[in-house]
Antibody
Framework: QVQLQQWGAGLLKPSETLSLTCAVD????????WSWIRQPPGKGLEWIAE???????NYNPSLQSRVTMSLDTSKSLFSLNLTSVTAADTAVYYC???????????????????????WGKGTTVTVSS | EILLTQSPATLSLSPGERATLSCRAS??????LAWYQQKPGQAPRLLIY???NRATGIPARFSGSGSGTDFTLTISSLEPEDFAVYYC???????????FGGGTKVEIK
């Protein structure tokens, strides 16, 4: 059974760079999208970014200027960097595995699907001076 | 950008009652919806994918329906462990952006 083990610094000062890593245990990076999602205290979920096995990245437009994702296929892990953090970046950060694809029906419609079926336990990141 | 609006924000029900949660997309997209359950201090858990398919291990009392812009998660008879926050999620095809709804908290009445 695939598990995601995540780690990274939990306390940062404003303007520093947040760095988190997520290791994929028991499975391959191939065929999936690997995402980071965050949740500020008492609030909902916000998708940050995703990367696939080929290294293609997609970012939340609201964070795009500060976010970089990368992956190391040899070690089955992927990482998140978020630069110039402020108190607004204080949140629990989750890594997750996403399945994406498209169905092809005889009617000609081709709806897509995407869902995250495996999640890391979360890393609490606090930004404070 | 697709916005997902969940309603109600809070649902106060008793065990055994039926819960009906709504998720409305700001525009119709040719993609399926997913639903997640989150309990305090835990990561979200996938409940429903492809708008109506239960994920592995999810009890039959959970069901999803809908298409286009209107989607529903139904819990037929609430068990004590079902009191939690529920999120819907969708992914825009191009440019790719994943969006979550704001969540519905199902609390014990």
């Amino acid at each position: 059974q695939v598990q995601l083990q995540q780690w990274g610094a939990g306390l940062l000062k404003p303007s520093e760079t947040l760095s988190l890593t997520c290791a994929v245990d028991g499975g391959s990076l191939r065929g999936f999208y690997w995402s980071w999602i965050r949740q500020p205290p008492g609030k909902g979920l916000e998708w940050i970014a995703e990367i696939n096995h080929g290294g293609t990245t997609n970012y939340n437009p609201s964070l795009q200027s500060r976010v970089t994702m990368s992956l190391d296929t040899s070690k089955s892990l992927f990482s998140l960097n978020l630069t110039s953090v402020t108190a607004a970046d204080t949140a629990v950060y989750y890594c997750a595995r996403g399945l994406f694809g498209r169905y092809y029906y005889d009617s000609g419609t081709t709806p897509s699907y995407y869902y995250m079926d495996v999640w890391g336990k979360g890393t609490t990141v606090t930004v404070s001076s | 950008e697709i916005l997902l609006t969940q309603s109600p924000a809070t649902l106060s029900l008793s065990p055994g009652e039926r819960a009906t949660l709504s998720c409305r997309a700001s525009q119709s997209v040719s993609s399926f919806l997913a639903w997640y359950q989150q309990k305090p201090g835990q990561a979200p858990r996938l409940l429903i994918y492809d708008s109506s398919n239960r994920a592995t291990g999810i009890p039959a009392r959970f069901s999803g329906s809908g298409s286009g812009t209107d989607f529903t998660l139904t819990i037929s008879s609430l068990e004590p462990e079902d009191f939690a926050v529920y999120y819907c999620q969708q992914r825009r095809n191009w440019p790719p952006v994943v969006t979550f709804g704001g969540g519905t908290k199902v609390e014990i009445k």
